[in-house]
């Protein structure tokens, strides 16, 4: 029995991460639950779960959990504070790292130095400070299992090979909702029409990330941490079916890769259970009805997020948590309306092309950068704001 938390619990990746739980009750027990402000969900997951902690991003809706949960035997917590101390909970093993944004990084560090393992969902805190991750990770002998579809093929696809035989990573990327729309029209895309994603259904952040490949580029910069590859050997391929899920190249040029529908329950529960695979009673992937499988080159010209993971890379220090901050800001004022959808990329780059990047000497300089950032995006978007 594997004692859990989940950081994030009311999201997509939250819900499919109970969902295995629920399927497999003898494997699994939760111990500690987090979500942001949806305290709705959260009473429901206390009640079905029996959590011993569970914690609010923000206060208030914590205050309406109590209400909700009086009676009921559960520690409620709140704030970052409240984050911190479900992710360290002493009777956990494991946490699933599923917040969204930069706001993962502090409570998932905190899992890290308190020895949990960690299922990593959240991609940005990767991008925002990876190898300070992977060195906490090592000095406190835990691992970071990956959940990201992509980086669970790779991980799958290098077990029982060596790193030094690895000539390259391919990550593959559906190209998101908006890959067939022609230059001249992007700039009228509706946050709706950017939200309807061909493959996968997923929180609304990371939808239109896929929808500008920005999501692909902060992929990148996690596959250089998860890996410690350099992003000249991780190339990107567009792969509109989201069958193959990513791709090693070896030395020899053998390909290995995993296949599978898309489904998140898969990379969730190999990240949950590792190296075991539990029976999961979902449809097999049949490769006569998918019958062919595309693949094309990233358009760089109508997509330049992708481009800007890779410059950050190159630049490094603080680089990409700038552009991570630069884009969650940029996102959202695109979601409630307020700028264009070709403004997220201008807006990453004019926040990239001010930052003047330091070495990430600590989880501060990395918070300090965001914080920068996000002030800097800020201001791009009010000089457009409509
Ligand atoms: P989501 O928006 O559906 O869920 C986010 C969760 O984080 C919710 O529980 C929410 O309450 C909580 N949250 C939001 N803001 C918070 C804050 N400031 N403080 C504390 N908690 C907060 O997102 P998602 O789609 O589940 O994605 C979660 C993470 O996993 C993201 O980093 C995403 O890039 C990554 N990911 C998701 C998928 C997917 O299929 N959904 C696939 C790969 C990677
Ligand atoms: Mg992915």
Redesign the pocket.
Known sequence: MKSIVIL???????TSTLDIVERFPDEFRVVGL?????DATLEAQVRRFKPRAVAM?NELAAARLRQRCSGLSVEILSGQEG?IQVASLPEAELVMS????G?GLVPTLAAIRSKKHIAL????PMVMAGKLMQEEAKSHGVRIFP???EHSAIFQSLEGHRIKDVRRLILTASGGALWDIPKEQLQDVTPERALQHPN?K?????TIDSATLMNKGLEVVEARWLFDISESRIDVLIHRESIIHSLVEYEDRSMISQLGLPD?RTPISYAMRYPDRLPLDLPSLDLTEVGKLTFCKPDHDRFPCLGLGYESLRIGGTMPAAMNAANEIAVEAFLQGGIRFTDISDIIQSTMQAHSPRDVTSVDVALEADRWAREKADSLVHALAR
């Open positions: 994030g619990s009311t999201g997509s990746i939250g987090t979500a942001g402000n949806n991003a984050l599923a917040i969204v944004g706001a969902a959240n991609k940005e959940v990201d579809s996968w997923m929180g609304a952040k990371i998140m």
